[in-house]
């Protein structure tokens, strides 16, 4: 079995961009993965995208040939639902979001409501994203619903290239309603670590998180006390200069460095 480089017993491993590009692994995936469980270290996945439940996640890391359950990824929607049922159980909702976002709040026992008469409007990455839901977000907060959002990423890497995210609705919502979205969930927010941290059953002085964004999966690390990994396999590119601004503990061309 190949070597592990380094030691740490926990590893979160961000999906987009560090494990697969759309439908295709990065090179050396399968086998990083393989050789962390072997050797008896704990795996869970991230993702900040609420395009899919968290069992499609699964479900794709294992037909690409990452065997995985449910149980073993972290996304967006879930932290966001735990957390607002702490904040306003059942709370009625618009949700500026896909269907895997809205099946997780129901999941959770709150109301999606198509029209404005809601407490929260939850802002997540949507591709069916509408004037009609921009104007049903502007009426909901002025009769005083609150905004809350799933992530903070301005662009999610695909195949290709790469796409708008939940940046772009955030910032159409915060323009026309002039008020600012009071909380977003996902990395690098220390909410979706404690999720993942709990999932790992770890303490962050023995987990390390690999990722290929900076101002997401490393800051959220440096911060929480997490080992930093980043791969520029994704979304950051060599010579970006936070690299050297934040000076991640490991930086790989990719996830296949961490074994020898």
């Not at 009071?182 to 023995?206: Q, R």
């Amino acid at each position: 079995m190949p070597a592990i480089r380094f030691s740490y017993l926990g590893w979160l491993l961000d999906l987009d961009g560090t494990v697969y590009r759309g439908e295709k692994l990065i090179d050396g995936a399968v086998e990083v993965v393989s050789a962390l469980r072997g050797a008896g270290r704990r795996v869970a996945f991230l993702s900040n995208k609420p395009i899919q439940t968290r069992s499609e996640y699964a479900a794709k890391l294992s037909r690409l040939g990452i065997p995985t359950v449910a149980e073993e990824v972290v996304n967006s929607s879930l932290v966001l639902a735990r957390h607002l049922r702490r904040l306003d159980p059942g709370a009625p909702c618009f949700v500026i979001g896909e269907p895997p976002l809205i099946g997780e709040l129901e999941a959770h026992g709150f109301e999606v409501r198509p029209d404005d008469r809601v407490r929260w409007v939850v802002i997540a990455f949507d591709r069916t994203f509408t004037y009609a839901k921009l104007n049903t977000a502007l009426q909901a907060v002025k009769r005083g619903a609150r905004l809350i959002a799933t992530n903070p990423d301005r662009t999610c890497p695909v195949v290709d290239g790469e796409i708008p995210d939940c940046a772009g609705m955030i910032a159409a919502v915060e323009a026309v309603t002039g008020k600012r979205v009071e909380l977003v969930v996902g990395k690098p927010s220390p909410l979706m670590l404690e999720v993942a941290l709990a999932v790992l059953g770890l303490p962050a002085a023995e987990t390390a998180i690999v990722g290929d964004r900076i101002e997401t999966d490393v800051v959220m690390g440096k911060a929480l006390g997490l080992a930093t990994v980043l791969v520029l396999s994704g979304v950051t590119v060599p010579g970006d200069p936070r690299i050297a601004e934040l000076g991640p503990d490991h930086v790989l061309a990719s996830i296949r460095e961490l074994i020898q």
